[in-house]
């Protein structure tokens, strides 16, 4: 297993692998990451800087953080021999530094977005266009019944589901995904070590058809608040995220769909069942109501209307062949097009009309181009860097 220095930067300070005693310094919160990191930026550093222990004192951390940091550095070693042990248990690691982390889940979460995660699977998995399936764990047979025709469906369009791998809507849309030829991404919220020790599921990861994924050490048992807050990687993992059973007002999906409304992470979908009250109600606050019907799933999460977005049929000449197969991005479809025309530089109104792009969306794409130094702005145009 190969890591960058930023990347073992980020697993030494955030995660708690290797630690065995009480008495272990803890690993940064990731409000206390995200404000390390944005010194760092400041100062156009490295994230691996923060290894210099001068480089803290230069930049006005106190003796004590300093002293923390210092601790779960020194443990890299003990972490380095975790990492293997894991390897051979079918677990890996992923970074935010790494090209293999899920893009939407960084893109979409931004200062949410966990620094590592833990994984079992393919990993390539999840940077591929899906929908989210989710909903109550005490589902009836008609819940059950509109949750297999949904993933159905979604198969033979070739598109990935992305679940919680909880009891109910989420295990039913998994096996229905596998039974019908798809895969499946789950974001666990118990113990990663456990899950992938079931034939069933090893057999799915083993066949490349079953990732799962965790934001805490692999062997951290269930947890509720680690359940609610697995759920917006869900929701930004997927183009589309369907809710087929929800209670009012109560209950993981309710707190999930509401949040995930309230931050517009993805386009929420709702079975339109006036049974489940709690159907009712999220479509009251915004979410759009889904009957089965002749369009096509991947015409539905990727409606231009709903997100203001360009029209992918726009510019044939940078899409793929065929948008059911691999990965489906938009941002590293449109850099180089960007790039490509921006000349002697652009504000960001003029970049959206040439562009014909939403102004929102294109200051969006345009500060990640300078998080990505590719372009600098400089008195409100962004030139090439």
């Given at each position: 297993?190969?890591?960058s220095?930023?990347?073992?930067t980020?697993?030494?300070?955030?995660?708690?692998?290797?630690?065995n005693?009480?008495?272990?310094?803890?690993?940064?919160?990731l409000?206390?990451w995200?404000?390390l990191?944005?010194?760092?930026?400041?100062?156009?550093?490295?994230?691996?800087?923060?290894?210099?222990q001068?480089f803290?004192?230069?930049i006005?951390?106190?003796?004590?953080?300093?002293?923390?940091?210092?601790?779960?550095?020194?443990?890299g070693?003990t972490?380095a021999?975790?990492?293997?042990e894991?390897?051979k248990?079918g677990?890996?690691i992923?970074?935010?530094?790494d090209?293999?982390?899920p893009i939407l889940?960084?893109?979409?979460?931004?200062?949410?977005?966990p620094?590592?995660?833990?994984?079992?699977g393919?990993?390539?998995?999840a940077?591929?266009?899906?929908i989210?399936?989710?909903?109550?764990?005490?589902v009836?047979?008609?819940?059950i019944?509109?949750?297999?025709k949904?993933?159905?469906k979604?198969?033979r369009?070739?598109?990935i589901?992305?679940s919680g791998?909880a009891?109910?809507?989420?295990?039913?849309?998994?096996k229905a995904?596998?039974?019908?030829?798809?895969?499946?991404?789950s974001?666990?919220a118990?113990?990663l070590?456990?899950?992938?020790?079931?034939?069933?599921?090893?057999d799915a990861?083993?066949?490349?058809?079953?990732?799962?994924l965790?934001?805490?050490?692999?062997?951290?048992?269930?947890s509720?608040?680690?359940?609610?807050?697995?759920n917006k990687y869900?929701?930004a993992?997927?183009?589309?995220?369907f809710?087929?059973a929800?209670d009012?007002?109560?209950?993981?999906?309710w707190?999930?769909?509401?949040?995930?409304?309230?931050?517009r992470?993805?386009?929420?979908f709702?079975?339109q069942?006036e049974?489940?009250?709690?159907?009712?109600?999220?479509?009251?606050k915004g979410?759009?109501?889904?009957?089965?019907?002749?369009?096509s799933?991947?015409?539905l999460?990727?409606?231009?209307?709903?997100f203001?977005?360009?029209?992918?049929?726009s510019?044939?000449?940078?899409m793929?062949?065929?948008?059911t197969?691999?990965?489906?991005?938009?941002?590293h479809?449109?850099a180089?097009?960007?790039m490509?025309?921006?000349?002697?530089g652009?504000t960001?109104?003029?970049?959206?009309?040439?562009f014909?792009?939403?102004?929102?969306?294109?200051h969006?794409?345009?500060?990640?181009?300078?998080?990505d130094?590719c372009l600098?702005?400089?008195k409100?145009?962004y030139?090439?860097?």
């Open positions: 297993m190969k890591i220095d930023n990347a073992m980020a697993i030494l300070l955030c995660s708690f692998i290797g630690m005693h009480d008495g272990d310094a803890k690993p940064l919160t409000k206390e995200n404000e990191l944005d010194r760092v930026v400041q100062n156009k550093q490295q994230p691996s800087t923060i290894m210099d001068n803290l004192k230069d006005g951390y106190s003796p004590e953080y300093i002293e923390r940091i210092k601790r779960l550095i020194y443990r070693g972490v021999f975790a990492l293997e894991l390897e248990k677990i890996g992923v970074t935010q530094f090209t293999d982390y889940i960084k893109r979409k979460l931004k200062r949410k977005a620094p590592i995660l833990f994984y079992s393919d990993i390539g998995l940077k591929k266009i899906g989210g399936v989710v909903g109550s764990r005490n009836d047979e008609e819940g019944r509109f949750t297999q949904l993933v159905e979604a198969a369009e070739h598109l589901i992305y791998g009891k109910g809507i989420d295990t039913v849309s998994e995904a596998l039974e019908y030829g798809s895969a499946a991404v974001f666990v118990d113990s070590l456990s899950k992938i020790r079931k034939k069933d599921i090893l990861v083993m066949n490349k058809k079953h990732l799962l965790s934001d805490v050490k692999p062997d951290a048992g269930f509720a608040a680690r359940a609610m807050n697995r869900i929701y993992s997927s183009y589309g995220t809710v087929a929800s009012y007002n109560t209950g993981g999906t707190a999930g769909a509401t949040e995930a409304l309230k931050n992470w993805t386009k929420v709702v079975w069942n049974r489940y009250e709690g159907n009712r109600k999220l479509i009251e979410a759009v109501p889904y009957c089965f019907s002749d369009e799933l991947l015409e999460i990727t409606k231009k209307e709903t203001q977005q360009v029209d992918l049929t510019v044939p000449s940078i793929p062949k065929n948008k197969e691999g990965n489906l991005d938009l941002y479809v449109i180089p097009y960007v490509e025309h921006i000349g002697e652009m960001k109104e003029e970049a959206a009309e040439v014909q792009v939403a102004k929102g969306q294109m969006i794409w345009l500060n990640q181009l300078c998080l130094s600098k702005c400089v409100g145009r030139v090439k860097q």
